[in-house]
């Protein structure tokens, strides 16, 4: 069992930048791989990132790539997500989510533990 929880969200602008943070606790968090989702009003949930459970593969959704970089601090018990050049498009509830699949996944499905979510709104 693993606990997650979100949090660095907030408002920005557009063009601006932040990062979000997820604090793990439980199981040893280098056993999991980990992710970032969001879900926007009215529609589904999405992928945005993944990455190994050594930091060594990450995967990213093309509508993000280039602009956002995952990563994770073991030693932390702390996986993140910094975000820059934000869009307005970018505005959701992002998850941050474990997997016992040591690789980055892009499916929702391989997930076994999710955080509460935390809210990201980029102003235009």
């Known amino acids: 069992q693993v606990q997650l929880v979100e949090s660095g969200g907030g408002l920005v602008q557009a063009g601006g930048s932040l990062r979000l943070s997820c604090a793990a606790s439980?199981?040893?968090?280098?056993?999991?791989?980990m992710g970032w989702f969001r879900q926007a009003p009215g529609k589904e949930r999405e992928f945005v990132a993944a990455i190994s459970w050594n930091g060594g593969r990450t995967y990213y959704a093309d509508l993000v790539k280039g602009r956002f970089t995952i990563s994770r601090d073991n030693a932390k018990n702390t996986h993140y997500l910094q975000m820059s050049s934000l869009k307005p498009e970018d505005t959701a509830v992002y998850y941050c989510a474990a997997s016992l699949l040591l690789r980055p996944t892009m499916t929702s499905g391989d997930y076994n533990y999710w955080g509460q979510g935390t809210q990201v709104t980029v102003s235009s």
């Open positions: 439980g199981r040893t968090f280098s056993s999991y791989g």
